[in-house]
């Protein structure tokens, strides 16, 4: 296909195969202004299927388009691209970091704002006193010339003067942001020439600015409108308050944007996550102090209000975790956060029915709206106070976050879809405050258990967005969760060469919860593993459903296998880990299958040779999980719980892991699915405990069946074949 031939933001000389449909498709759908479903596995060229058709609908009706991921690696592809793009037809493109990755002088934001509003009216002064200093100027000359009535103007011109002056040098010792005052006070055109220039890295316009002694942050935000592409996170859109502002600053209403999603199966979770909300005890407790008048300078009639309603609260939750903790429960309460049951089949739960029984007063609602007002009230007054010198730091008001979340616990906490939470912890301060030294303290937390609430008015409002993954499968549930409206779908496989790849269903045991610490089970997943890595000419990647299962195996598979054993670790940076091991020969890799690894990281060329899978990595089958699939049966299909809450997202990231090896049409591997659960027999074996047909018709195709002690036969074929081994080949 001559370049001639090629949509005019498409970089390269030749698509991938598939990549060209792939364009014409979502093209068509975008002109439209219909939303698009499209997986497509390594190879199909995503990014730029997406990219490139949304950039000429974008320029053509005069839109722009927002590329988003969750995963730092594609922000880094993305920019690739996007440079990629530039070179050959001109692009206005911007990459768009939050202001916590990008801030000079390391202030939180409630206190950029106050600086950023103080710098503001230091320069909106300093304009002011200019033009007097002008006024008085032009009175004189009058004044001198005889006019009676200047020298009485003049007069008041510099008595205004005196106190724009003392005004100023207050406010100049005050909140102000030396590098925002130079963005206000200089000519930054060379800047936005050097921003417009290129592809510009947040971490490239940081290093510009903190040499030139601006605020990069604010610059970008002013770069940012009417731009062709910006590049961002999931946070700037998933969020409805942070993407009102966002679109505010690109200087487009909803429907003038194109809205494009990278590895948009986590849309799921993270929306989730950004309807989520939750109250600590500390935070309670700072209220309380907050609206007492002998611990602080109050006299407001609504602190009592305020004090009853948030007392009430904090009590019923003390009560609630001391009364649910079984015996010995709270000692072994560490730094994490732990769920205890409260919620009801019927009624409201367990806290909220404590809260009003504990509450006394003149009604619960009246009260809650006096401690809001409060909270707003004295929020205002901690920004007054900063802004006028009277405190370093801009104060957080504690009143004004617990009587939000109490308004909304008491309104919303028996809606469908919300499900209320409790959970304890244990805290290893220094016990120098009023807790106490290592004690145990609280959070609700209303659980949002369906997304779509947050990402249904994103898609409603926007012009139309391309969802795309490797893992996207089946359209009808991510339509049914994220409340899309009759998508455009589209699905491509490998387009790799078939013969250079082999997937195995390997009947090992099915590793149930309760088989796994079955001695004869773990002898012969762990054999079947040993094998594996020992028949792979070169390094191995083995995905487990827990940290804890990869440490186990770790454990046993140590003086079975030659190569070095990886164990990658919660907490523990993989950046040193996986360098070592893509350098390594004959190594494996042990990780958990919900961990880091799973996707948005490659193993490339000679990176790995192996990607094995053991179990059905279901996550943990938690209270949470049970309302989410509860929720989902009552929003949509009566049997639709367990299938789009936890079979679908799991079998999602085992395809995910599977995704890691296999990047390119040259390279060759195995992957591998170590349970009988993946097997075609599971369907008349296992029954309901088959996840077989939950693969992709295509992806089940290519699974072949093989008993764990003959799966070294077959790899030893399969890279036998393809002259895989240095040298004489393992023998079984």
Known sequence: ??????????????????????????????????????????????????????????????????????????????????????????????????????????????????????????????????????????????????????????????????????????????????????????????????????????????????????????????????????????????????????????????????????????????????????????????????????????????????????????????ETYDGTLGFGERERLDGDWKDLAIANEEGRDDLTRAFLQRYSGQGIEADAEAALALGAALDREYDRAYRAGETQVRKECPTLQAAGFVESWLADGDTEGQYPVLSVRRDSADGDGARGSASVYGRAELYACIPREVTEALFESVHASVLMSATLRPFDVVEDVLGLDDPATMAYGLSFPAANRRTFAVGTPALFARRRDDPDVQDVIAGTLADAIRFTPGNSLLFFPSYAEAERYHGLLSGRVDGKLYLDEPGVSVGGIREEFAASDGAALLTSLWGTLTEGVSFDGEDAHAALVVGVPYPHLDDRLQAVQDAYEGAFADDSGWEYAVEIPTIRKTRQALGRVLRSPEEIGVRALLDERYTGRSRVDLGKYSVHDTFPAEERSE???????KLKYAMLNFFGDHDAYEGTPPEP
């Open 1 to 318: 296909m001559a370049t001639s031939e090629l949509p005019r933001f498409f970089p390269y000389e030749t698509p991938y195969e598939n990549q060209r449909e792939a364009m014409d498709r979502v093209r068509e759908a975008l002109a439209e202004g219909r939303d698009t479903l499209f997986e497509g596995a390594c190879g199909t060229g995503k990014t730029l299927s997406a990219l490139v058709p949304a950039l000429e609908v974008a320029r053509e009706q005069g839109k722009t388009v927002v590329i988003t991921t969750n995963v730092h690696q594609q922000m880094r592809q993305f920019v690739a691209e996007a440079r990629a793009i530039d070179e050959r037809e001109s692009l206005r493109a911007v990459v768009f970091k939050g202001k916590a990755s990008m801030c000079h002088i390391d202030v939180g934001y409630e206190e950029c704002q106050a600086l950023r509003d103080g710098t503001k009216e230091v320069v909106e002064l300093e304009k002011e006193k200019r033009e007097l200093e002008r006024r008085e100027e032009d009175l004189l000359e009058a004044s001198q010339a005889g006019d009676g009535e200047a020298a009485e103007d003049r007069a008041a011109v510099m008595d205004t003067l005196d106190e724009i002056e003392g005004e100023l040098a207050e406010r100049r010792e005050n909140a102000v942001c030396e590098r925002y005052y130079d963005n206000l006070t200089q000519d930054n055109e060379e800047f936005f020439a050097w921003l417009e220039a290129g592809v510009r890295t947040p971490e490239e316009i940081y290093e510009y600015t903190e040499e030139a002694g601006t605020c990069g942050y604010e610059l970008l935000k002013e770069g940012l409108e009417g731009v062709d592409l910006v590049v961002c996170n999931y946070h700037h859109l998933l969020d409805p308050a942070v993407r009102e502002q966002f679109f505010r600053w690109l200087g487009r209403d909803p429907e003038d944007v194109i809205t494009v999603f990278d590895e948009a199966h986590n849309v799921e979770a993270t929306a989730r996550e950004h309807a989520t909300r939750s109250l600590t005890e500390t935070t309670l407790d700072g209220a309380l102090a907050e609206c007492d008048p002998e611990k602080a300078d109050i006299e407001d009639p609504r602190a009592a209000s305020a004090t009853n309603v948030l007392g009430a609260f904090r009590d019923a939750l003390v």
């Open 703 to 709: 699974l072949v069946d093989v008993a764990p002690e």
